[in-house]
């Protein structure tokens, strides 16, 4: 009976201890999760609400602090790329002016010139729009008489305009500002020639003309104004 006795007791001293344990595990696990940190991200509570493995309380915590500091280096690498889009996006609206200045700026020929020595020449290069040029030019003989030039054409990779529709015509005013005869007892205006040909040429600052019919002088020069 002894014997007997002794085996019971220890039997139900096993049997307390173990139930012990269990209770004091189940309370460690509880109270972790209820004290864990609240995170404020879907990410770090999505953990928290994760079964954890029943005998790890610790295991716990180190998880959603990984998913929490995971969650933060995500948000921080994501600003910077929203800031890059937002100034690409700016300097994408600012194209359109920075295009249209260049453009504005390549058209070097385009502008009121005058002969750079005498300046009784002055000279006129207009743009049409179809990457064609109208030149005119009045160059002053005297006070009341001039003569007047005009002609089309394309300035080619090297900076030559090259015409072949070269018009020259005469006129003399009186001191009313009427047309007049000119010089030779001509009424005026009048037209010498309307197929005239020759080159002007760009040289970087200033345009060198060319008149293949004889009546402006070789190398004549024009200067912006």
Same mark, same amino acid.
């Given at each position: 009976? %002894? !014997?007997i !006795?002794?085996? %019971?007791?220890?039997?139900?001293?096993?049997?307390?201890?173990? $139930?012990? +344990?269990f209770?004091?595990?189940?309370?460690?696990?509880?109270?972790?999760?209820?004290?864990?940190? +609240? &995170?404020?991200?879907?990410?770090?509570?999505?953990?928290?609400?994760?079964?954890?493995?029943? !005998?790890?309380?610790?295991?716990?915590?180190?998880?959603?602090? +990984?998913?929490?500091?995971?969650?933060?280096?995500?948000?921080a690498?994501?600003?910077? &790329?929203?800031?890059?889009?937002?100034?690409?996006?700016?300097?994408?609206?600012?194209?359109?002016?920075?295009?249209?200045?260049?453009?504005? &700026?390549?058209? %070097?020929?385009?502008?009121?010139?005058?002969?750079?020595?005498?300046?009784?020449?002055?000279? !006129?290069?207009?743009?049409?729009?179809?990457?064609?040029?109208?030149?005119?030019?009045? *160059?002053?003989?005297?006070?009341a008489? %001039?003569?007047? *030039? *005009?002609?089309?054409g394309?300035?080619?990779?090297?900076?030559? $305009?090259?015409?072949?529709?070269g018009?020259?015509?005469?006129?003399?005013?009186?001191?009313?500002?009427?047309?007049?005869?000119?010089?030779?007892?001509?009424?005026?205006?009048?037209?010498?020639?309307?197929?005239?040909?020759?080159?002007?040429?760009?040289?970087?600052?200033?345009?060198? *003309?060319?008149?293949?019919?004889?009546?402006?002088?070789?190398?004549?020069?024009?200067?912006?104004?």
């Amino acid at each position: 009976m %002894k !014997n007997i !006795n002794s085996v %019971k007791m220890t039997i139900t001293g096993i049997i307390a201890a173990v $139930l012990m +344990a269990f209770s004091f595990v189940g309370c460690g696990t509880a109270n972790t999760q209820s004290s864990a940190p +609240a &995170a404020g991200n879907s990410a770090a509570e999505a953990v928290t609400t994760t079964a954890a493995p029943e !005998n790890s309380a610790e295991t716990v915590i180190v998880t959603t602090a +990984a998913v929490t500091t995971e969650a933060l280096t995500q948000a921080a690498e994501t600003a910077p &790329a929203a800031q890059t889009a937002q100034a690409v996006q700016v300097t994408t609206a600012a194209a359109p002016v920075t295009t249209e200045a260049v453009q504005v &700026a390549a058209d %070097k020929y385009a502008g009121s010139y005058h002969e750079e020595y005498a300046g009784r020449g002055i000279m !006129n290069i207009t743009n049409n729009g179809d990457e064609t040029y109208t030149v005119s030019v009045s *160059w002053a003989s005297n006070a009341a008489e %001039k003569c007047c *030039w *005009w002609f089309t054409g394309s300035f080619n990779e090297s900076g030559v $305009l090259h015409y072949l529709d070269g018009h020259l015509s005469i006129e003399a005013f009186d001191e009313n500002g009427n047309y007049t005869v000119d010089s030779n007892g001509l009424q005026t205006p009048y037209t010498v020639y309307i197929a005239g040909s020759g080159d002007l040429t760009f040289d970087g600052t200033g345009f060198i *003309w060319s008149d293949d019919m004889g009546d402006v002088e070789p190398g004549t020069r024009f200067v912006a104004d």
